[in-house]
């Protein structure tokens, strides 16, 4: 009887301690991702609610690209956990995998972060708002509850902004990406390292200040985790190659349970974004993920 006692506290306590590990370090989680934001360009840029949240929070300019450097692959492999290797994802504009994605569960996609915070949370309110409509092609949209791509932003400028903030003003998300497609095409015509080019990182900042606000007004801010990152940088007009302008990235988080911390040394790539997701909510991650979360960033 008493070995039987014993075992039973045993059960009782692992069980208590794999609760508390899965315990969601916030309630919501709300991603930010600017389209050819390079690190090189922080020194420079006039960015104040960025780099309010970078001092608030913890930040690493060393994030890597996979390769090759450039859109689709890349956010891929944030969303997705794992490399093109694994995904399948290889190309610039790639709407399907050009190689055989390693495991496909359901909807007919590689397992990404809003599939299986999906799975664990059939009630969370998941969103995916974007100017590229490239995007929804790598984030399974049968697991969010919306997604919609915004009109033409050389025409409507500030609309994903004001698609964002009523958003989350109206319904609260658990998750929510939202992926501005600049300064990518600023980039592309004018240069990186150019006065148009950190005008529009400028512009940008007025729109994260905006969905601060928004979060704020919403009710949400003191239990949410706020993501800022990119895809990838560039180097002239142009990205997709080896240099390290192309190639890192930065990755900001502040929020709810985040450490007032600085910049962190650890090693990270893209994909370490959708680990770094999963830990925030308490999921497992699945095995074909390569990922690893930045669990020091958190209290």
Known sequence: MKKLLILAFLLLGCFSMASYA??????HVVYIGLDGWGSYSMPKANMPTVKSLMETGCYTMQKRTVLPSSSAVNWASMFMGAGPEVHGYTEWGSRTPE???RVIVKNNIFPTIFQIYRDANPKAEIGVLSEWAGIQFLVDTLSTDYHAVAPDYNKFPTALCEMAEKYIKESKPSLVAICFDNPDHVG???GHDTPAYYSKLEELDGYIARIVAAVKEAGMYDDTIF???SDHG???KGHGGKTMAEMQTPFIIAGKNIKK???FQESMVQYDVAATMA???GLEQPQVWTGRAMK????
């Open 22 to 27: 899965a315990k969601p370090k916030a309630k």
């Open 99 to 101: 190689l055989p994605s």
């Open 188 to 190: 592309h015509k004018e």
């Open 227 to 229: 993501i800022i990152t």
């Open 234 to 236: 560039g180097i002239k």
């Open 261 to 263: 911390a600085g910049e």
């Open 279 to 281: 830990y925030i909510f």
């Open 296 to 299: 020091q960033v958190f209290k």
